[in-house]
């Protein structure tokens, strides 16, 4: 039997193949090419600036601005009706329907607390303050506070009516496996408040009218203290916006030519005109036909019409008239179709300061009131000039309130703050009249949050 | 004087006796393709004379008149003794290590039959060769017991679903690993834009030797993390020794579909339009639409009167060409043996506008350059290039449109042109939906895929016990898609046309370096071990990039991103894993009858989280050749028993994203906001949290028993393996939900639960066997029980159609039970629940019921074949019962008038018209608001069904005749597959091989072939 001794060289590789194999700790290490840890991605300016436009861009969702929460705004009170011949969408919310599986809720609930953990992971981060941190993070406080303020006023009781039943979970820091209970609707509008407060103090560059600022911080916090009921408070700082933001009111132009281009165009402004903060949509990022402009427009969805009484209380002299056709079609989103540029959802404009302003002087001092009032109208209606008080007054500003923030999703807040009947014109097949109190003018929290949140309570009549 | 002349008297009487004793001896010596063996061993048995054979493979010899035989031998023969009889010796040597019979190709290695201990089933290459299918994973189906193989399309190139064992996973992968050569290989299908592809159908099954099908602990464990769903072992051809032998095979034939239901197919235009004119006067129950209202409705709207009944299959549907070459060599002496071949191969598929082609070479190259030095190197490639429709309610998809569109519409004009843009189609016009026949000829979808293997490995001899083979081998695959809409019709005609463009590579290599030890551990050398121990890496890493472009010229031959004036995608991205791994394997052979083998293996992969990087596997098997004791080793009955039983721990990782365990902040995709897609805004770059991460993450778990049995009756003349096994899956991965107010939707957990236990049989006979004429049987049956045992928290877990709960198969359905229609009012009812107590005409009061399952009971295959001199005929039957098919599209196909501008299936004709008619279609109502379409079981049909798979009846020319013409075989045969379907439930549209979910979900239809072909070997 031979015996097979190998030679040297083939001992040596033996030898080396062994020492080779044993490097292993950093070939198991790998990473993503298109993320980076939290920590990185946080660790500088350049970096808090990049989260920043992402939390902006959470904003953008199709059940944030992107288009349910400007629909629902109008289509649950007496502005917008569903189309007899439509496409299935926000059916539910319009006949009054809506379930804790909807889709719409927990799609606005899911994408609202996305958001409100981006903002929390820029506030909460230690980066030295400067400047621009400053600016970063007094941009997110005010997006988180933009963001729990629309929570606490779809999914709770108003604050003038039970400040002290349940509000939404306060989530302020990163816990994705917390299980939070409901504040109540006054410890939310308190964090509002503050992280406002904080926000307008640090915030002190102006980008353009896609993105937070100090005098938009200011302009919500007065609708805030409004939504509190707070008139005193709310005055000074919508009189503040008013007279020092350097923001003028949108003028009508030759015809109405001037008014009909702004809301055709969607470039965000550096002009000062009018819009305090919209989140913009540009022609790559943006829903498409499911978005604010698709679901209005008759080229593509048509499935909202304007109600015949909205209709109605414009004038013919009303600028604002010129954006609803003989049909019912809405062309205040009219770049459905255009390949360039999409259709922006505003949040804040001067027109809402100019009214609550009246309406936070109503009763301290009437003919400022008027004032305000008029001035909007002298850009609006020539042929509107209001003069009355008390409560008369107050009516005539919640009903220009509706003219004038029409399909912006702001009449069914303002209903309910207000704690009035819903009383909607023929058009609403489904149904009419929906008193203050019934409980369907309160969102369900979502299921998907009940049921992994035993703390978390359901409302009253789900 | 006297001494001296009686010594030379004796020594010549002695020389004559000598003389006289001896004798001269000569031969032939052949292999079995009839050529001469030239330096084989000619020896006297018991003694050392011999001689060897010359280049004509004859010898010539003297031998002592006493010598009573012949030893005859070559190196990788087997030895031949034969008598000395005194004629000429003439002799056929049989291949000896690459007898099937005797080794199989097991993990790591090669075993003896007789030694094997786990569940192992093979599969020759000459089962797989010549098939006309375009790749080797669906030639498996039937072929092993416990290998289910399903195609969900029948679309040329198109990917197919295997499951060995059942369902191994609930939300990651359940497929086989495969190995081929030593080389993990990818076999996901990778494609961006493409409906289907298959890196398998780029491997050209004429250069597979034969396939291992690992199964159970014992025989799949020895790959740990990844061979929870089984292991499929690939072994190629190589070279051998002896004379260059070549070999040239050819199949050209047509395919056309498979199985059409005559019974339920889209309605002519008479039974449409008469059922709509029903459905519309039905539609107004005041009676406000007469007949002839109707008729003037329907001639507006659905071209009513025009005397036109286009069959739109017909239209969609062709005879598809099919052809394959293939030429090899094969070839060397007892140093160097070469393996190398090439190949074509071309199927159009059986509707229009899908086509196959595949380039295949290999080079298989194994050199001894010492005793102790062994080199084995191995080079493959193919390239195929593909064409293949959208699928599913696309309105491009061809086979909907044969489904979907009117009968009254014209395919092509009155001069002879393809109709579209007219009244007739175009989105204004009658029908939407688009014309197949222009998409065919105006839009492109292209798939263009190259596939590299290679290995080199080293073996090293040393110390008479010890071996050490380090193997390299990497592969490389890259998909090429470009796809085109053209601007003027169809889905391009919104963005003025459209192309988009993919590019995907995959590069990876693997590094296995083991040690062996072989010896005998007692005296008597009947007590054996076999011991490995072994070092493994593999890194796979993973590109894709991709383009879009719009609005460009209206010019047919301009088909590609780079001609378009308005780009609107361009992304790029790698991503990738890598695995090592350290094992032991240890298999001991005690005197032939008791074999017993473990193994232990840990490996760590990149995929899981920091806290449970690394895994332990392991397996025992044992094993009891009964047939060896003393007791059983003459007995005439009992030619072959063995009794075998394994358990063990193996993992899966396939299907686990290659990040899921690191927490990040993406720059991307935004995967949590429900729309728009990214974190930018304002045109500026966002970043957000983009996945949670889980640093507990890990393989899921596989804990597999089996216990089984080989026997063999009457010197095999039955032969049967019966396996039964119990398979738990642990740690599945779950998405667990997480409280949104916490930014995250869900996680993934490793906590799922699922069992799989079965039984399978294989049994092959030999009827009759006689010199001219035999035949076999061979069939083998699989029955499989899946029930899913843990979920996160019990809470059930939609998925599709079906319901994922515990104590029920994970493809069980989740339906509204149908109960049939009211005679007196045609109105649809179902069961209030699952009790079937109370039915209900209202479809949300109807309870979902979990029943029925997608997943057959019993499946398999039975093939006789049948030999009569040089005449071959063989058969299989496969079948598949117990399963249900949903049509997911009858929504729209059976709505019973729901669908207003769309054709409907024939059974729509059965709708009840009057009152007392007992029949399962409710009234046909225009705008049908019932639900009666609604998901039901209304539209789930029994899945049960037997094919005819393959059919085969060839001539192989006589030995004789080859010889005079020079080469060493020529085969002619014809075959047929899939040639005839028979269907249990009559109604069932559709083919009732539906992929693993058994959806029916308008795919391209499953050809039948018929082919002739040639096998020549010189």
């Known amino acids: 039997m031979k015996l097979s001794i190998p030679n040297t060289p083939s001992l040596l590789l033996l030898a080396a193949l062994f020492l080779v194999s044993s490097c292993s700790k950093n070939f198991l290490q790998s990473s993503p090419s298109d993320s980076t840890s939290p920590g990185q991605a946080l660790s500088t300016e350049s970096g808090m600036q990049t989260a920043l436009q992402g939390a902006y861009s959470g904003l953008k969702s199709i059940n944030l601005w992107g288009a349910s929460l400007p629909i629902i705004g109008d289509l649950m009170a007496d502005n917008i009706f569903v189309n007899p011949n439509n496409y299935g969408y926000y059916i539910p919310q319009y006949t009054y329907s809506v379930t804790v599986q909807d889709a719409t809720i927990t799609g606005t609930w899911a994408d609202a607390y996305t958001v409100i953990l981006r903002c929390n992971n820029i506030i909460n981060d230690t980066l030295t303050a400067d400047v621009n941190v400053n600016e970063y993070k007094g941009e997110a406080l005010a997006i988180r506070a933009l963001v729990y303020f629309y929570l606490v006023d779809f999914y709770a009781k108003p604050f003038t009516d039970a400040p002290s039943s349940p509000g939404v979970p306060l989530v302020l820091t990163s816990a994705p496996y917390d299980k939070p209970a409901r504040s109540t609707v006054s410890q939310v509008f308190s964090q509002i408040v503050s992280d406002l407060e904080a926000a307008d103090t640090l915030m002190t560059i102006y980008t353009n009218s896609s993105q937070f600022s100090h005098y938009a911080g200011e302009g919500l916090l007065a609708k805030v203290y409004m939504y509190m009921g707070d008139s005193t408070d709310a005055l000074p700082l919508a009189v503040d916006v008013i007279n020092s933001s350097g923001f003028t009111l949108l003028a009508p132009g030759n015809g109405g030519a001037n008014y009909l281009a702004f809301w055709a165009n969607s470039t965000p402004r550096t002009d000062f005109v009018e819009t305090l903060f919209e989140v913009s949509f540009d022609k790559i990022n943006n829903n498409g036909s499911n978005g604010l402009d698709g679901q209005y427009s008759p080229q593509v969805y048509g499935d909202l019409l304007c109600s015949s009484d909205l209709v109605a209380l414009y004038s013919p002299t009303d600028v604002r008239g010129l954006l609803i056709d003989g049909n019912g079609f809405v062309y205040k989103y009219p770049n459905a179709v255009n390949t360039q540029q999409k259709d922006n959802s505003k949040v804040l404009r001067l027109s809402d300061i100019y009214l609550i302003a009246a309406e936070a002087s109503v009763t301290s001092n009437p003919t400022a009131a008027q004032g305000y009032l008029n001035t909007l109208m002298a850009q609006r209606d020539p042929s509107l000039t209001y003069a009355s008080t008390g409560s008369q007054l107050t009516s005539d500003i919640i009903q220009e309130r509706r003219k004038e923030l029409a399909f912006e999703g702001d009449r069914f807040f303002d209903l309910n703050r207000l704690k009035w009947p819903i009383d909607r014109s023929a058009d609403y097949a489904a149904i009419q009249q929906i008193p203050y109190g019934d409980f369907r003018r309160v969102a369900p929290i979502p299921q998907t949050q009940t049921l992994t949140d035993p703390n978390c309570v359901q409302n009253s009549g789900y | ?1018």
């Open chain 2, 1 to 1018: 004087m006297r001494k001296i002349l009686s010594l030379i008297a004796m020594a010549m009487i002695f020389a004559l006796h000598t003389f006289a004793q001896s004798r001269v001896v000569t031969g032939t010596v052949l292999d079995e393709s009839g050529n001469p063996i030239p330096n084989a061993s000619v020896q006297v048995k018991g003694s050392s004379i011999g001689t060897v054979t010359d280049a004509k493979g004859t010898f010539s010899f003297t031998v002592p008149q006493a010598s009573r035989a012949v030893i005859i031998s070559f190196v990788n023969y087997q030895p031949v003794t034969l008598p000395l009889n005194g004629k000429p010796i003439f002799v056929t040597l049989k291949a000896a290590a690459t007898n099937l019979q005797e080794v199989v190709v097991v993990a790591y290695g090669t075993q003896k039959k007789t030694d094997v201990t786990g569940a192992i089933s093979t599969v020759k290459g000459s089962e797989l060769e010549n098939k006309p299918f375009t790749s080797v994973d669906k030639a498996l189906q039937g072929e092993v017991a416990g290998l289910q193989s399903v195609a969900a399309s029948g679309a040329p190139g198109s990917s197919q679903d295997i499951r060995i064992r059942g369902i191994g996973s609930i939300s990651a992968g359940s497929s086989p690993l495969w190995v081929i050569d030593g080389v993990i290989v990818t076999t996901d299908d990778l494609a961006s834009n493409t409906t289907t592809s298959n890196p398998l159908s780029l491997l050209n099954p004429d250069d597979i030797d034969n396939i291992s099908v690992l199964k159970d602990a014992e025989a799949a464990s020895r790959y740990g993390s990844r061979a929870a769903n089984g292991v499929i072992l690939v072994t190629t051809k190589k070279g051998r020794a002896g004379k260059t032998h070549f070999n040239f095979s050819t199949e050209v034939g047509q395919n056309s579909f498979a199985y059409r239901n005559t019974n339920n197919q889209p309605m002519t235009s008479d039974q449409l339009f008469n059922m709509t004119r029903i459905g519309l006067i039905n539609s107004d129950p005041t009676g406000g639409i007469t007949a002839d209202s109707a008729n003037s409705i329907m001639s507006t709207y659905l071209l009513y009167g025009n005397g036109q009944n286009t069959n739109w299959i017909n239209e969609v549907t062709r005879k598809g060409a099919q052809e394959q070459y293939n030429l090899s060599l094969s070839g060397g002496n007892d140093k160097t043996t070469v393996y190398a071949s090439g190949g074509y191969f071309h199927q159009t598929g059986t509707t229009i506008a899908t086509d196959f082609k595949r380039w295949n070479g290999d080079l298989s190259v194994t050199h001894k350059a010492e005793d102790w030095f062994t080199l084995n190197s191995n080079l493959a490639g193919g390239f195929g290039y593909q064409l293949t429709p959208s699928n599913g309610g696309a309105f491009a998809n061809p086979v909907g449109a044969a489904f979907f569109l009117l009968p009254s519409l014209h395919p092509y004009n009155p001069d002879g042109t393809i109709n579209y843009n007219t009244p007739e189609f175009s989105p204004t016009g009658i029908s939407a939906q688009y014309n197949p026949l222009a998409i065919a000829k105006l839009d492109k979808f292209r798939l263009g895929q190259l596939n590299l293997r290679g290995n080199v490995s080293g073996e090293i001899k040393f110390l008479d016990h010890f071996k050490l083979t380090s193997l390299f081998g990497a592969e490389f695959l890259d998909l090429e898609e470009n796809n085109y809409n053209n601007p003027a019709y169809g889905d391009g005609f919104s963005t003025q046309g459209l192309a988009v463009s993919a590019y995907t590579r995959v590069f990876n290599w693997i590094w296995t370096n083991t040690l062996e030890y072989t010896a005998a551990l007692n005296k008597a050398k009947d007590i054996n071990i076999d011991a490995k121990a072994g070092y493994e890496s593999n890194l796979y890493k993973y590109y894709n990039l991709s383009a879009s472009n719009t609005v460009l010229p209206n010019i047919p031959t301009l088909t590609y991103a780079g001609v378009g004036a308005t780009p609107t995608n361009a992304y790029s991205l790698p991503s990738g894993y890598s695995v090592v791994s350290l094992f032991a394997f240890g298999d001991l052979n005690i005197k032939d009858k008791y074999i017993i083998g473990a193994s232990v293996r840990r490996d760590g992969s990149s995929k899981f989280g920091e806290n449970d990087r690394y895994g332990d596997f392991y397996s025992v098997g044992a094993s009891w050749n009964v047939t060896n004791e003393d007791f059983l080793k003459d007995s005439h009955i009992i030619s072959l028993l063995k009794l075998r039983t394994s358990y063990g721990a193996n993992g899966n990782s396939s299907g686990i994203g290659n990040y899921t365990s690191l927490a990040t902040y993406g720059y991307g995709n935004d995967p949590y906001i429900t729309s728009p897609g990214s974190f930018h805004y304002n045109e500026a770059p966002g970043s957000g949290p983009n996945n949670l991460g889980n640093p507990n993450l890990t393989w899921e778990k596989n804990l597999p028993f089996d216990a089984g049995v080989d026997f063999g009756l009457l010197k095999d003349r039955i032969t049967s393996t019966v396996d039964y096994y119990s398979r738990k899956t642990t740690n599945l991965l779950v998405q667990v939900p997480l409280p949104p107010s916490g930014g995250y939707p869900s996680q993934n957990e490793n906590i799922g639960s699922m069992t799989n236990k079965g039984i399978e049989v294989a049994l092959g006979g030999t009827p009759v066997l006689t010199r001219d004429f035999s035949w076999k049987i061979n069939g083998n049956f699989s029955h499989n029980t899946n029930k899913v045992t843990q979920l996160y928290q019990g809470q059930a877990v939609p998925n599709g159609y079906f319901l994922i709960s515990q104590g029920q198969d994970i493809q069980t359905y989740y339906l509204r039970q149908w109960a049939g229609v009211d005679p007196s009012n045609g109105n649809p009812l179902w069961y209030t629940d699952g009790t079937k107590k109370a039915t209900t005409s209202d479809f949300n009061t109807a309870v979902p019921v979990s029943k029925y399952s997608a997943s057959p009971k019993y499946f398999g295959s039975l093939t006789n074949t049948f030999t009569y001199k040089g005449f071959n005929l063989s058969f299989m039957f496969y079948y598949n019962l117990g399963n249900y098919v949903y049509d997911s599209w009858a929504y729209y196909l059976e709505s019973d008038g729901y669908s207003f501008n769309s054709n409907e299936l024939s059974i729509e004709t059965k709708a009840w018209q009057t009152p007392g008619q007992k029949t399962n279609v409710p009234k046909f109502v225009a705008y049908n608001t019932s639900n009666s379409n609604g998901n039901s079981t209304r539209f789930l049909y029994k899945g049960d069904y037997v094919r005819l798979r393959n059919l085969e009846f060839g001539y192989t020319l006589p030995k004789t005749l080859t010889s005079k013409m020079h080469i060493s075989n020529l085969v002619f045969y014809v075959r047929g597959t899939n040639l005839w379907t028979l269907v249990k439930d009559k109604n069932l549209p559709y083919d009732p091989e539906q992929g693993i979910a058994s959806t029916a979900n308008l795919e391209v239809f499953i050809p039948k072939t018929v082919s002739a072909g040639l096998k020549l070997g010189f």
